[in-house]
């Protein structure tokens, strides 16, 4: 449902949140949200927390239900207000961590993977908000990445992929300081992208993707550095990864 067009700006959205992750905060660590005054809400129901005003700040107590209501509902109208709500109150430095001790970014994260675009799109938000926390980066790449391993274990969506215009930014994932998780999880990613093209009979000769898409990044030489770099990598498991792809 929605085809192509839809994969490209999920594509598009995705890898570039993932490249963001890594320097977000240094873009967005000036920006603060005005001079208004926000209130905390009286005790409400989790349900309530999703129609009022944004503008009012949650409680510890309130976040906690609102992220339960998020993970055990499957009301999608319920699911978008909360990750909404959610999005607006991840806005507030002292959120950013209370969000992430309660458990909340593996909750708003798995909701990338909701069919519904819109609720992706509400998620990627929420997650966007969080990540000028750095703390909360390396959690969010994860979740960002987990979609994107699955995405490109599809043939039918490696075009969409391979198309999408994608900031520099992104190869900052292939950093050798990079956490283990991350660095197997976008070498995956990678690997998966190279099987799809081998099937498709791409790599022999120079398939028709425009520069500055995702294709570009991968297969320049700035990627390659990288890679020829990982094979170097103290990690057996990160060596082994970088092994299996195509030489660059």
Known sequence: MGGARDVGWVAAGLVLGAGACYCIYKLTRGQRQGGRRFRLRPSRSAEDLTNGSHDDVLSVDQLQKLLYL???TDDPVIIERALVTLGNNAAFSANQVIIRELGGIPVI????NNPNHSIKEKALNALNNLSVNVENQVKIKVQVLKLLVNLSENPAMADGLLNAQVDS?????YDGHVAKEI??????FSQNISNCLKKEGCLAVQPAFPKGSLFFLLYGEECAQKMRALAEHHDAD????VTVLPRF
């Open 238 to 241: 990160v060596k082994e990864k």
């Open 183 to 188: 660095l197997l999880r976008v070498l995956t």
């Open 70 to 72: 998020l993970e055990s």
């Open 109 to 112: 994260g798995s909701k990338i």
């Open 169 to 173: 930014s992104f190869l900052s994932l």
